[in-house]
């Protein structure tokens, strides 16, 4: 698909804003970021733009550094001429609605004919915003709601007004699903539409039950983060991540926009003392002096901190042992008798509670308001798949013992066996069950598994391509891994399928490379030549998949560290995530990449035209980098330039099938027959090693010393000398202390 958006501009330079512009330039769009012209500035009347941007380049949120000089810093005095010149203009200032529309009334004056805006508002209904704007301006008007930080958050919840133009919403979803790869929610223009809905109240609730109950930080937030799959921070880490002083301007919202029967009015945190205790000190969060949790520095080193409510006086963090988190899933958590049990209980209650009674308001199906939680608020499982978890006959129990009203939405699920019922079906918020469109391809939706084991499975996708799928934990590389291989190499000979991907369903991780405990066994054993046997059956495995009859794709997202990324290089062509963190990091545990790694950056420099090819491969085995994103990877020659970058996540797979099918009969890009090494005449490759470890010394001069001589290598001698070099190094103590002490402490040792 073309792309939909050329040119931007983003109106609102704090976090938000600039975090927007940033994902619209990763995108590759060409932005104008505006923002006020500062009290009294006369020099630089655009420096709250300029120096939002160079934010955006420390804190991460441009895939590329060099990214950033596609977005020009201006203001919304001078740069009204910019209206005119933008595809889509973004509106992200605070909420405020006066100035809203203000902005709104310069904008509506100064726009293009198609020009299409929109407001990044969380709170403001629709038309409250285009009141007594002029009809074409309302055609091209809609609310693009992004989750902070954008380039991370997945969800871009889109709310159209019944003015605005079906095309302009057809291309604001292209836009959002395939140039800035987020997924689309089509929300009803209700208060907090999806994801703030049920996510700042499930935040109330959770705070304040553990406030008024028995329960202290720690444990709220354990079991939040265990028995709700909330990130890490769980409940009061997040407010402390999103800053309290938010609450009086989006709870307050809340309610007054919603009925005063509506149940954020029992959960009413905008007058609970320790909030307003919180706020009347600055304790605001991790932008402050504190929040409900802190970590300040000492002579020894940080040490974290937990408020103690009663003084508003901090106490060290403590490790919390409340029986609930021993507990088995989360209807064993709301079962256990203690006060993490009775917490967890009273939370789930009154989530499910007023999720099946909003249902109705706010969504179609309750596949939605899930997909909301897990893609805005990052939750393992939305609301309603953890009613699914404890069971709808279960929940109504519940209810019916405690003489709580069963919602109808509820009662309803129980009756048709679950919000879930069977495949592709669902329940919608009238009761009824429907079908829901499949989204981007995925491995689950394979038609039939031609062969599996332990490691890895190889599935069809359909259209005569295969997908060979790791199901190790981060799908590690395991000796199953490459019997799967030889299985699919075998198939293909035989025309069982035409190309193939390599991929899963994972999120986070391609592959986080070899499964350490594989090694660490083998070292146990101390037999050299079962070491020897595993790592090159590793090596060759990889080496045949590259000189597999046909097309090999990797759809790579996520993690592809050590072993994973050499997977990576074994195919043919990579579709990579934006989101891809690639690299060797092997030198931490006393090895090199012994799977064709080393051997295939070197390649792959190579052919990339660079002029000391072997400098550039020593430079990815021994530097553990790992990149932080597929532009940096390609940037660094993990990627070649022919290798394609998708920022939707979700559409890898199906990028990378439909790439394996455009490749099917096209010839290969022959390669040479042999590799120019780093000459002796020029500096030893490991030179500005002199200073480092004794054990990384070692490492990196083993590694110079493979890719150092006078005469051209081939691949073949490559390889050896790659299984050489790693089985001269795994052998040693000091390598091996590495090993295992990355396997204990999951940190790197520094010997």
Known sequence: MGDVVRTAVVVGAGAMGSGIAAQLANAGVVVRLLDVVPDGETDDRSRPAREAIARQVKGGGFMLPAFADRVTPGNVVDDVAAYAEADWVIEAVFEDLAVKRELYASIERNRGASTIVTSNTSTIPLAQLVHGRDPGFTAHFAITHFFNPPRHLPLLELVAGPGTDPAVVERLVAAGDHQLGKTVLRCRDTPGFLANRIGNFWMAVAASEALRGEVGIETADAVMARHFGTPRTGVFGLFDLVGINLVPLIWTSFLQLLPSDDAYHRFDITTDPTFTGLLERGLVGRRAAGGFTRRRTTADGPVDEVLEVAGFSYRPRQVPTDPVLNAEGLRAACETDSA?????????????????????????????????????????????????????????????????????????????????????????????????????????????????????????????????????????????????????????????????????????????????????????????????????????????????????????????????????????????????????????????????????????????????????????????????????????????ASDEIVLNGARVLERAKAAALELVGVERRPEPVSY??????????????????????????????????????TEAELLRRELDVALELVVLPANQARMRHMLATNSPLQN
């Open 676 to 713: 120019a090494l780093h000459s002796p005449s020029l500096e030893p490759l490991d030179a500005p090693w002199a200073s480092a470890s004794a054990t990384d010394r070692r490492i990196v001069a083993a590694l110079a010393a493979m890719l150092t001589g006078d005469e051209p290598v």
């Open 340 to 640: 993490g049990g009775r917490y967890a209980w009273a939370v789930l209650r009154e989530l499910v509670d007023y999720c099946c009674a909003t249902a109705p308001a706010i969504a179609d199906h309750v596949e939605l308001i899930d997909a909301a939680m897990t893609l805005g608020y990052a939750w393992q499982a939305g609301p309603f798949a953890l009613a699914g978890q404890v069971g709808a006959d279960w929940l109504v129990e519940r209810f019916e013992a405690e003489g709580r009203p069963v919602p109808p939405l509820l009662a309803q699920a129980r009756e048709a066996g679950g919000f879930r019922p069977g495949p592709g079906v669902v329940l919608a918020s009238d009761g009824s069950v429907v079908e829901v469109a499949p989204g981007p391809l995925t491995v689950r939706q394979a038609s039939r598994v031609l062969a599996e084991n332990d490691s890895a499975a190889l599935v069809d996708l359909g259209d005569g391509v295969a997908c060979l799928t790791l199901r190790t934990k981060m799908n590690v590389c395991q000796p199953g891994l490459f019997d799967l291989i030889d299985r699919a190499l075998e198939l293909g000979q035989q025309q069982a399928f035409q190309a193939l991907v390599i991929g899963s369903d994972h999120p986070r991780a391609f592959s986080a490379g070899a499964n350490l405990n594989v090694f660490a066994g083998l070292l146990e054993r101390n037999d050299a030549a079962e070491l020897r046997a595993f790592t090159e059956s590793g090596q060759q495995a990889f080496a045949r998949l590259r000189a597999a009859g046909f097309p090999v794709v990797a759809a790579a997202r996520g993690l592809a560290l050590g072993g994973g990324c050499e997977l990576m290089l074994a195919a043919h062509h990579v579709v990579a995530a934006a989101e891809l963190y690639a690299g060797f990091p092997e030198r931490r545990v006393g090895l090199i990449p012994a799977w064709g790694g080393v051997t295939r950056t070197l390649i792959r420099a190579s052919l990339s035209g660079v002029p000391d090819a072997a400098a550039r491969a020593f430079g990815l085995a021994s530097s553990c980098t790992i990149s932080g994103s597929a532009f940096e990877a390609q940037a660094e020659g993990l990627l070649l």
